[in-house]
Each structure stands twice: as C-alpha cells, then as structure tokens.
C-alpha cells in the first residue's frame, strides 16, 4: 500500500495527464430514463470510478491515471451520461481523476458526478474507513467533494453505508435534506440501506435513489428494496451487476489466482474455491444467451439486473477503454422471455446467492 507522503504526490497526477487521452470520435446518443423524481434522467449504464482510485484498504491494485481518465473519456463518448464516485475510492483520488477528465469537456458534454458521504479515513492509508454520520462531518465531507470534484453542487450525494458513531438517521438524513436544500446538492440518495432505513428516511424527505448491490449471484435486493423503491418513487442505480468481473465472461481461475496483492478481490470467496468454480459455471450458462442477443456475457448479466421493475441504471467499472467496449451494450439491451428463463435456470443451477432469479 501506499504510504501517506506518496498518496499526496500521486494526487498531483490528472492534472498532468488530463490532456493525453484525445479523440475525435463522434459522440453516441443512449436512451435516459428518470432517476426516480429527482429531475436527473440516466442512461441504463454508468460509468463507476471505485477501480479508478487505485490502491486503499478496498482498492483493486494498482492503476494508472492516464488509462483511468482514457475509459471515462471513452464512457462519454459512448453515450454514458453518469459517472458514480466517493471520496473513499482512493481516499480522494478516485474523485480527483474525474474531476481532471471532465475539466476541460465543454459544459453540454459533461456527464452527471453522483458521489457519497459516510466513510472517512485516518492518515494511514493502509487503514479502513470509518463509518462516520455525525452533520459536522458530513459537512466538512461535502465540501472536500465539492473541492475535488472541481464542482459548485454535487448532483447525487449518497450515504454510503448507515454510520457506527452513534448518529441516528434522523441526524444525518436531516443534514442531507438541508445541504439539498441549500443548492450544494441538486438530489439525496442512500446505499446500503435497508426498507426499515428507507421508510423511516422517507418519512424525513423523499429519497431519490438508492444505490445497492445486486447482480445474478446478490439478489436480495429484488425482495424487499427494489418494490420499495419502485412503489416510492425512488430510482434505482444497482452496483456490482457483473459481480466485480466474475460474471464478465472473461473470468478464469486462472485470473483469480494471479490478482494483485492489492485487489480487494484476493480475500472474497467468490473469488476462490468452489464458489468461484460455481460462478464461472453460470457465466458460462449466459453464454448462449450473449450468442444469441450478439452482446457479451457481462452484458447480458447487467441486462439482466435492468430487466427488474424500480431499476433505473446500473454502476459498471472500468480501468481502461476496452473494458467500456466489452459491456456498452447494456445500455440498449433488453431480453426476451426465453433469455430471462435460460438467465434464471443457469441462476439456479449455481446454487449461488438467494432472491428472486426473474423479474
């Protein structure tokens, strides 16, 4: 990991190479749909900047800027309107280097900046975040996005994850209907939150998205949360909808057993074992789905996540322009009957996760 000293400097980095990733392809146009109520209209994929941070207690290994700043570039181009962050991706470098890849877009090119608040970190970067809730913090958080970001509002900020300091939701829900309120946000959201959570916040001020988990493999979500949202008017914007790349078609055990020592990867055991084996077992069930519908695998798997009713979009990473070409195709993709029923009997068939295995 990075000592603190080195994390400083390498944050000096966008700003330098900002200007190596030049293209003059034609801008593609995607089809939006409304974020629940908020007034902010998606395209079905966004860009996710968790991987872009580099290496962090949760980091995917090493990455470099240049690359990061090509792929979000290339995600505009492609018709991607969104991009989501947080200050804990990088202990700020992840919302660093997308601020250096927007900065000198014109401003009608430029996609939506959905970031978090919630975890805040110490001076050692090897160390986790701490889930924070507390308004002053919250406070000094919105403005160290707001800074980083290179932003005067932020249009989505999200709790990342409920606190552990003790502050109620009543507190910092409230902090976050007041930063709404006074124009430093545009819309509020939660992640990781549970109905309990989101009735309760509701009862505050409307929650205009929620982002969790859910993909093929975690399919809680379409159980309880995904009704709620959609009966509430609250958009949905899923993440890890390829499992973090297991899901990819790409995958191998091979891959697995050579991942950084960084990779928060290395110690899930989706990536190990005979979970793995099941995984790549029901990748390999999607397959003739992709054949047919002409789309990747990881494609198919995302389609698959945008196929449930409540779901607005889905968050997708990518470390560099190639990864963005392999998985575009969900943004337009829709699957027919016989795709959901094959979809759900290769779910089935992998005994991996719990849910519903059709919409």
């Known amino acids: ?14 700003a330098s190479v900002a200007a190596l990733w030049q293209s003059t392809a034609v801008k593609t146009t995607l089809p939006v749909h409304d974020l629940g109520s908020s007034g902010i209209s998606i395209t079905r994929v966004g860009f996710g900047a968790w991987a872009i941070g580099g290496e962090w207690a949760f980091g995917w290994g090493p990455q470099d800027d240049a690359l990061s700043i090509a792929a979000i570039r290339h995600a505009i181009e492609s018709g991607i309107n969104w991009i989501d962050t947080a200050p804990a991706y990088g202990l700020g470098h992840s919302e660093e280097v ?21 975890l805040v970190w110490a001076d050692d970067p090897n160390s986790q975040p701490s889930r924070i809730g507390s308004p002053a913090s919250l406070r000094r958080e919105v403005e160290a996005s707001l800074r980083r970001l290179e932003r005067d509002r932020i249009d989505l900020y999200q709790m990342h994850w409920p606190p552990q300091d003790g502050t109620s939701l009543e507190e910092y829900w409230s902090t976050f209907a007041d930063l709404k309120a006074e124009g430093k946000v545009q819309a509020i959201g939660l992640s990781n939150h549970k109905v309990r959570q989101l009735e309760e916040a509701e009862a ?18 379409a159980a309880d949360v995904l009704p709620w949202c959609e009966a509430n008017g609250t958009g949905v914007i899923v993440y890890s909808p390829m499992a973090s790349g297991l899901l990819s078609g790409r995958w191998s055990e091979e891959r697995s057993a050579s991942l950084d020592a960084g990779d928060w990867r290395r110690s899930n055991p989706n990536f190990s074992g005979e979970k793995l084996k099941a995984g790549l077992a029901l990748a390999d069930g999607l397959r003739p789905i992709a054949e047919r519908q002409n789309a990747s695998v990881g494609s198919v798997a995302i389609a698959w996540t945008l196929a449930f009713p409540g779901v607005t979009g889905a968050i997708v990473g990518a470390r ?40």
Do not use: C
């Open 1 to 14: 990991m990075l000592r603190a000293d080195k994390l400083r400097d390498r944050a000096q980095k966008p």
């Open 320 to 359: 560099d322009p190639e990864q963005i070409d392999g998985w575009i195709a969900a943004a337009t993709l829709t699957l027919d009957d016989r795709d959901i029923e094959e979809a759900s009997g290769a779910i089935e068939s992998s005994g991996l996760g719990a849910g519903p295995t059709r919409p």
């Open 204 to 221: 505050i001020s409307h929650v205009d998205s929620l982002q969790p988990p859910f993909s093929p493999i975690n399919r809680t979500a």
């Open 98 to 118: 997308v601020a250096a890849a927007l900065r000198d877009l014109p401003e009608q090119d430029r996609p939506y900046v959905f970031t978090k608040a919630g």
